[in-house]
């Protein structure tokens, strides 16, 4: 078995969704969640604060530099993200199908190696 990071990306800009999408949204993803663990998939799943909720810590010489917000600026950001354990990259790229479309926003699929 392989892992794999599914990465919700989430873009900067445009119109967040209302308290009424989101829980819809919320309830696709909690039931994407579920078949994920039904099938044996799901490692671990989570959200993120937006960007300019980040401390970003710089080694700068002996010295570390904290700064508030994100270490660049971009227009999308990562704002979630499951750790999957599937067979092979086919099958991982099916559960990145299902959670674009339970989400409504692109799912970046990737190898993840365990540190």
Do not use: C, Q
Not at 4 to 9: I, K
Not at 24 to 37: P, S, W
Not at 67 to 88: K, L, Q
């Amino acid at each position: 078995m392989s892992h794999y990071l599914l990465s919700v990306v989430t873009p900067t800009e445009g119109t967040p969704p209302t308290p009424e999408e989101l829980d819809a949204i919320m309830k696709n993803v909690d039931t994407l969640h579920r078949e994920m663990r039904d099938a044996g998939a799901w490692v671990f799943s989570g959200g993120l604060d937006a960007p300019d909720t980040a401390t970003v810590v710089r080694p700068r010489g002996d010295e570390l530099l904290l700064t508030d917000g994100p270490f660049i600026e971009a227009r999308e950001y990562v704002g979630g993200i499951s750790i999957i354990d599937v067979p092979d990259l086919d099958a991982a790229l099916e559960w990145g199908r299902r959670s674009a479309r339970a989400i409504g926003l692109p799912i970046e699929v990737r190898p993840f190696h365990w540190a």
